[in-house]
């Protein structure tokens, strides 16, 4: 077939995400979704924005949040994003190998985070009593924090099937715009994240 | 092609003569006839719109009337290739700015009336009347603020005053509209209360309507507004701040009447300024314009409402088959006695047929 | 495919090749097959409705089943009859206006259709178990607090099919900015195809507020959340807000198509070029941007106060004016031009005055405290009927009359049509022109019934007797459909005379539409060559192996997990062993989804001696 002779290349592009009309698709459809997704988090943070004075009188952001954890897992999620840069750098110079051992730790960081942020909601339940149906602020609190995390465990299925499907093979021109759209995901989740951090838990604490 | 724009001028003739059949709707009903400051102030707007929009409808007619009679295919002429023109950038100027003035003279109207709608501010003066209007399924109730009055279904509001209202829910979400008299407002729940204003210019029974979705008997939410004299008016305060609720009734039958709606009704219901605000505050029930809204007040309606709620607004409040018919005979004769004002909606002048 | 040769391959394979197609052309029939058969049963709830208004105090249907008629038949109008039969068309033309063999995404097209699809039928379904009743706009906290699963089956439903139409705007994107042959710029792009452009632009940015809004409420009332309780500290405007951000802009996804349409017409029709182009492309562009400044324009007696009512009064006024001009430009097309009346320009012609009525009563609407007498009420139902009806509906008729030889080969029967025309165009008339009237004088919308002695009487006798008139042309319409496809008369590749690529190539298109990708020379790329003597394109390529996708099934799995899982997530509310069908359906998806992503498809070549031999047309 002659598609096997496409997507091997004896000599890979400097691109390769981009080198086929199915991979250039895929990155801009994918930077498409991407502008869905922000409408929907700007949604989600629009009507956290509009909740989160709704305590009932208690459990206020102030009195709940730590910022010491939310640090930690600020910093986990940011490094991530740094080794899934540097995942990319070797993807482009044709190094697999690197590329996928720096995916691995980008993968090892996000679990961190889902870990911290599954003992953070751990803790509020059962520390506070704090949950999903105590009042509006609670139910926009999971619902916008919850939604990012079940992006970020889609996100680490999605890059570790991406890394077992190839391991064996190494990557080819088929294979590269997979590899580059999961860590564009990546890099998106990251930065909603950052605005969480700044909406949700520095100003609940300041404000 | 003649026979198209034929067709649609003769669209508009029957559209305009339906209208003249039905005249611009029953008087006391219609935004097209208003009488208090609001509805007047929305129909000089609407004039306004509908003139200039009627001008530029002209407009598009004549150049669409013309374009079709004088270049549809000729006999002979199927083959015929007309010059391939590209635009024209003054046309395309005229048709861009021309509209921009037309909607900048309405907008300037529209602004101001919607501001002129919003003033409420004066509500909290000593001596300006604010009514709390509560939404509920599917009947309102008035809180006279400061007055001491509650009531429901029929609002008494003196004409040539403006009377501030304060409008929420207890439910869902409901709009509160008296069509000749001034524009809707929702009601919302929780703590987002609205305010408007309504200023009757002549005395009149007007009917009000609920217009937000708010259940199966939505189109059944019907209340009246009645205007009248300010001497009548503070006639009417003084006689509801008045009212004993215990009260005896003349007639044995009422008076039994009375001990039965005492015994089942009382928990939901209230005569007098008190009571749960859960149903209907039945003060001066004896001059209500309607049963529940819709009905004529007549005592057999009165008993089939009280019997079988359900089957005249279904999905209401009040439960069925809660006195038998007998015990619901007396309470109607209780009921409709109660006649706390001199002051009724006959006071009310003109449409008072209601 | 011709009916001859789905003759010789049996019905099973048949069914089986428009379950696993990932062909833009089939899945368009799929589309306008679905999307037809939701707007009869959207039709059938609207007569219903009528006859319920047909007298005062009828009681033709309870109080209760009549919400439920109103809130379905506005939810299966937009969601299932206008939005897919829109698609069916955004996928039987734009690949085709812009010389391309696909879209971007075949196999995401194919999911796109299927989510609709289940979407559709879990919304349907509930009319054997109690349909939604809060409205189409299902306001909180009347749906929040609706008894039954009605609402949760609208949730469901909904979310389910607004993925789908999220994925096809997306794959359009794509396709529209990637796929165009050599030499179409943007700016020689039909019309058509950069409405579907913008279209799809405000599908991608306005359906995500849907879902989130979606989600919220799927959260109250089957997980306990209080968005919407304001016992709990809710707010129900929330709601409002989410829905009108997606709302608003879902108006103008549904007209742009249609106004694109309308301008293929208009100037094929009068063989004459679209008179300013340019300006078209930049008003149509305008509008959409103007979209999303305009929501709360549907909220002005919420208490948004006087300073937020005003601004979005003004910027609704705005969208007037790229509207005025693209009218304009529409009879200046015409104007000078040769003018054919046929069904498809017939229903164009119509669309002017009526739109413009339609946009009248916009601007009027707009002036936000004269709102405060026309919201909600009859003039609001007069209004968008006179442009979703007006607009879409008239738009859709041309269309199809239009596109019909090019999507399968046969043209519609002239009479059959013009009959078609003017019952359904005076029907429409009779039925919303008095409704302007009926909400002056004081009947507000969804009135289940409404008194003697309000003067409502004639106006309502009227209007329904205009909605037998348009279900009696509806019905000689799929006469004609009928009627044509069993006579069976084939027809050239450009039966009009056309302008565009689409007329460029055989009727219908061979699977792999172009041989060769056609080299575009300027707007109205055919007609350029036309105007030089000559008959075809010129190829931009040699003739070559031409890559192809392969058919799956597995955007139907996908869609028929979700399907499962939506019945699991309505009914866990009474009984946790529903959860059961959750985790299967969602293993479904999410399975088909992990197999889609470990197995490599590569697709499949048509090879060129094949080409030669004329396979595959």
Redesign the interface.
Known sequence: ????DV?NPKEMPHEPEKAT?EG??KF??FW??L???T??FA??F??YL??N????GENTPEHLFGLELVFIMTMLLLTSSLTSVYAMYHMKNNDFGKMQLWLGITVVLGLGFLGCEIYEFYHYIHEYEFT?????????FY?LVGFHGGHVLFGLS?IT??MI?NARRGLNL?NAP?FYIASLYWHFIDVVWVFIFTVVYLMGKVG | MRGWMGKFRSLILFGALTLFLSGCGVENMTALKPEGYGANLLFDLMMISIAIMLFVFIIVMAIYTFVLIRYRQKKGQEDYIPKQTEGNKALEIIWTVIPIILLLVLAVPTVQATFDLADTGAKNDEDALTVEVTGNQYWWHFNYKGQEITTSQDLYIPTGERVYLDLKSSDVIHSFWVPSIAGKMDTNPGENVNSMYLEAYEEGVYWGQCAELCGPSHSLMDFKVIAVSQEEFDQWVEDMQNVDPKAQPETASAQEGQELFNNNCMSCHAIGSGGAGIAPNLTNFGNRTMIAGILEPTKENLVDWIVNPDEIKPGNQMPANLVSEEEASKIADYLLQLKHSEVTPESAGKNNQE | MSTAVAQNRGLGAVIWDYLTTVDHKKIAHLYLVSGGLFFLIGGLEAMIIRIQLMEPSNNFISAGLYNEMITMHGTTMIFLAAMPIIFALMNAVVPLQIGARDVAFPFLNSLGFWLFLFGGLILNISWFTGAPDAGWTNYAPLSTTSPGHGVDYYVMGLQISGAGTLIGGINFLVTIVNMRAPGMTYMRMPLFTWTVFVTSTLILFAFPALTVGLFLMMFDRMFGSAFFDVALGGNAMIWEHLFWIFGHPEVYILILPAFGAFSEIFSTFSKKRLFGYSAMVFATVLIGFLAFMVWAHHMFTVGLGPIANSIFAVATMAIAVPTGIKIFNWLFTMWGGNIRMNSAMLWSVAFIPTFTIGGMTGVMLAAAAADYQYHDTYFVVAHFHYVIVGGLVFGIFASLHYWWPKMFGQVLNEALGKWTFWLFFIGFHMTFFIQHFLGLIGMPRRYWTYQEGQGLEVGNMISTVGAFLMAIGTLVFIYNIVQTAVKGEKVSGDPWDGRTLEWTIPSPPPHYNFKQTPLVRGLDALWVEKSEGKKGMTPAEPLGDIHMPNNSILPFLMSLGLFIAGFGFIYQVDDKMWLILVFIGMGITLGSMLTRSVKDDLGHHIHKEDLEKGAGE
């Open positions: 077939m002659s598609n096997e997507l009309l250039k698709n801009i459809g498409f979704f502008g869905g997704e409408v929907l949604c989600l629009g009507t509009a909740l004075g709704s305590t009932m999903f149906r105590s009042s509006a602020f609670g139910s926009a619902t999605w099937a991406l499907r088929y997979k």
